[in-house]
Nanobody, 126 residues
């Protein structure tokens, strides 16, 4: 069964940090672009960051640039999202996705991704 699983979410105070992980089972991630998305209650899905299959290229949405960092360890079949300086408006369900299309400087649109995880909740609150 081909599956992506996110982990690492939780409750954190404003200004705190979390590291999300996205691990694949049933397939290897090393040929896939990986994207991180989030969806807050009552809002649409927002693309946050993508990393190319080799890890040589990354892009970020303006809302997280300078605070979030995407990375990957293909040997561990895992992609990470390091989130620092978290704000209450970062509260959302966070998803990772795998696809074959790289959009360069732009976040790959969600419809271009083939596999999605089930999401992990991140809550930023004091």
């Amino acid at each position: 069964q081909l599956q992506l699983v996110e982990s690492g979410g939780g409750l954190v105070q404003p200004g705190g940090s979390l590291r999300l992980s996205c691990t694949a089972s049933g397939f290897t991630l090393d040929v896939y672009t990986i994207g991180w998305f989030r969806q807050a209650p009552g809002k649409g899905r927002e693309g946050l960051s993508c990393i190319s299959s080799t890890g040589s290229s990354r892009n970020y949405a303006d809302s997280v640039k300078g605070r979030f960092a995407i990375s990957r360890d293909n040997a561990k079949n895992t992609v990470y999202l390091q989130m620092d300086s978290l704000k209450p408006e970062d509260t959302a369900v966070y998803y990772c996705a795998a696809g074959k299309i790289w959009y360069g400087d732009y976040i790959t649109p969600p419809e271009e991704f083939d596999y999605w995880g089930q999401g992990t909740q991140v809550t930023v609150s004091s």
